[in-house]
Structure formats: C-alpha cells, structure tokens
C-alpha cells in the first residue's frame, strides 16, 4: 500500500526558506505522479505545485511561480518542495499527493494516495 509522510514544516520569518520533503513508501515513487497541495483555515485544498511522472514536468500555481520549486529523487522515493521568499500567505498544512501515472494536474481529485500534512507557518 502506498504511505506518503512529509517533513520540513515550521515556522519562518517572511522572507525566509523552507524545504519540505515526502517520502513514499510500499511502492515505487517512478510510477506516480506527485502533487503538493495546500490548506490555510476556512479555505478550501488548493494545488501549490506537481512533477509528472513520466517525464517529471512540473506545473506551478501562478502565485508560487519563481519562489518555489519542486523536484523528485526517484532513487529515494522521495519529492521536494523548496519554498523561498515566504510570505504571511503561504502559512497553512502542507500535503503530497500521488497519483499513478497520469499527467501533472493541480485538481486535488485525481489524486488517490495523501500524507497527513505538515505545518507551514509564515510570521514575524
């Protein structure tokens, strides 16, 4: 069965960096499709970014565009999210999804397989 877990979550200064991580485990990352979403309070789930699998062509949501980057390690089963000049906005919980081979969408709905979410604070 597919687990994801991501890491890296806290609490950043606007302007600052941070790296989030998932690690996929009971299958192999290759074959899936990977999407970073995110949810601030009162808000609904909202694509942040994704790497296909086939050919790993990233797809970003146009307020993320230049500051944030995703990437993938298919040797580790693992994806990335580095995230720089974080603004009070970008505060919310933090999730990876994975999708099996399909082509890079920031729909939440294609995707079948969630982690648990990590914190991402932005304050002063």
């Known amino acids: 069965q597919v687990q994801l877990v991501e890491s890296g979550g806290g609490l950043v200064q606007p302007g600052g960096s941070l790296r989030l991580s998932c690690t996929m485990s009971?299958?192999?990352?290759?074959?899936?499709?990977i999407g970073w979403f995110r949810q601030a309070p009162g808000k609904e789930r909202e694509g942040v970014s994704c790497?296909?699998?086939?050919?790993?062509?990233?797809v970003y949501a146009d307020s993320m565009k230049g500051r944030f980057t995703i990437s993938r390690d298919n040797r580790k089963n693992e994806i990335y999210l580095q995230m720089n000049n974080l603004r009070p906005e970008d505060t919310a919980v933090y999730y990876c999804?994975?999708?099996?081979?399909?082509?890079?969408?920031?729909?939440?709905?294609?995707?079948?397989?969630w982690g648990q979410g990590t914190q991402v604070t932005v304050s002063s």
């Open positions: 790497i296909s699998s086939r050919d790993s062509t990233t």
């Open positions: 009971g299958f192999s990352l290759q074959y899936f499709t």
């Open positions: 999804a994975a999708v099996y081979f399909r082509q890079c969408v920031l729909s939440p709905s294609p995707y079948g397989y």
